[in-house]
């Protein structure tokens, strides 16, 4: 009977996970989609996020959603969070008094994500970490215009972005280089999911991704990503164990100038009038690839299928 009780344990472990930061839209998202595929999910707000943003999910599934303050700077508010996840899927969103991007967030930044990853290596369930990057992580450097295609490879030269104060860029850097630093070092299983820009509600012009929107379009790396499909590809590289190291997540490019003309539009507050041309008609070559995330999204979906 001890045997049967410890097997049905690890069980539920198995199927706990804990998403954090899970006040934003990626969070938020993926507490919802983990609910509806029968997770037990530990959401930790770490932004102090007001807890009713989940009263609308899952009703069906509330008992599996357990909700938690965790202070980034609160170690042990990180830890109680973790206990009994075998899983973390962890994102970054700024604090909600400092709401921007600036030299001082990429400190903050990489603090949070120090706590977080030093927490996980002290609760002795998690078996996995999807720590959420950005594509500014991988395209900005001098020597850009000579690389041939960008791909997971690829690192963000971090003096490059000082210099021309690419914060989102730099801050992206740094955390997720000291993230697989500790990871190495404690012996972590971690995955990465290195976004393009989100296309969700929350999107605006303001968002800090787009500093040097007008290079990445000249280098055929400005992408974008819808958040269904960011979701997706974030419980794929969970679920799936054959996965490892980084994984560009993106499904459009902007790269010519209807591209560019439909996400202007997007960006464009409905009371200002948004463009209707654009005097620029060349064609950018893309330069950037994210073939190692969809090979493993379509090789885990047709094992999903035949299991």
Known sequence: MAAASSFDD????SRTVCVMDASGPLGSSLVDRLLQLGYTVHAALQNHGDSQAFSGLCVENNNNLKVFHSDPYDYQSIVDALKGCSGLFYTFDP??????????MA?????????????????DTIDKIVFTSSVTAVIWGEDRKS?????????????FCRKYKLWHALSKTLS???????????????????????????LSITNPYQ?????????????????KFLVDAHICVYEDVSSYGRYLCFNHVINRPEDAVKLAQMLTPASA???QSW?????????????????????????????
């Open 95 to 104: 604090p909600h008094d400092q709401p921007t991007f600036d030299e001082f």
């Open 176 to 202: 997720e280089k000291m993230a697989w630093a500790l990871a190495m070092d404690r012996g972590l299983s971690m995955v990465t999911v290195n976004a393009g820009l989100v296309l969700g509600p929350d």
């Open 211 to 227: 500093k040097g929107a007008p290079e990445m379009y000249e280098d055929g790396v400005f992408v974008t990503v819808d958040l």
């Open 273 to 275: 009038s948004p463009p």
């Open 107 to 123: 400190d903050e930044e990489v603090r949070t994500a120090h706590n977080v990853l030093e927490a996980c290596a002290q609760v």
């Open 279 to 307: 005097e620029d008609t060349r064609i950018f070559e893309q330069r950037i690839s994210n073939k190692k995330l969809i090979k493993q999204m379509m090789e885990f979906g047709s094992r999903s299928i035949m299991d």
């Open 147 to 159: 690389t041939l295609d960008f791909d997971e490879r690829n690192w963000s030269d971090v003096n």
């Open 10 to 13: 690890y069980s539920v472990i």
